[in-house]
């Protein structure tokens, strides 16, 4: 295929990439993604709205081959969606206290009920007992001090845009020995194009193009705030796609350094313990 060629197909992907950033960004709302997102293109629904055993599955898988167990331990979740959906599966699993932080999604308790009546049935455990061990929270200082042993998240940490304010909060509520688990989608969420938002400037994307809260850190500035924060980190897991990445390659955008080796990662997952 020639350069020219190439250009040209970047520049017809590019056109069909704007438009559907401006139509997420001034058409969709939140709300209406919350309940229509799954028939929109490129666009997919979390995971936690349908099949939270997956997430949980995953969180699994990592703390089996690092010989990290939870049972009976506190859990602290990051971001759990509208629906406490991960804290009963987690809890069912582990026998654990669960807590979720969610400060921005709206709780939806008609949808919340089903998924406590599935997975407390799948574990054989009453709606009560399993409720009773899952507390939603919208603020960490609802947490207990020094209270919580593991803190998990799943497609979170690409939607911080304070990193520094979250590790300290998560810091306060947790005990010294804390383990974290975050599993970080660094993809665009448009995933047909999973690097095209690299090409634009931080102001063409915040003010036009951004969805409102996918802030484009890459994980090596993740990393590097962990560390300040007094935390070694492990990368247990990461992807990346070069075919698609060296499609955008030349075009990436100078507020981003096309020397970080991190640049193309699109899923990690960073196991984070005090130094």
Known sequence: ???????????????????????????FSDEFLLKYGKHVPYYRVNTNQFRPELIVDEYNKYFDKNEISWKGKKILEIGCGKTNSTGYEISARSNSEVFLAEPFVVFDQVADNIFLTQISKKYNLTKEALAKMVTRVKSFREIPFGHIDIVVSSSVLEHVSNLNKLLEEVTSVSKPEVKMLHIVDYRDHFFKYPYHFLQFSHYVWNNFLNPGDLTRTRQSEHLRIFDQYGYKTEILYEKKDPKEFEKIYQNIDKCFDKNDPTLSIGLSAILVSKK
């Open 1 to 27: 295929m020639t350069t020219f060629f190439k250009k040209c197909l970047l520049f017809l992907s590019n056109i069909h990439y704007i438009l559907l950033r401006l139509m997420r960004k001034f058409v």
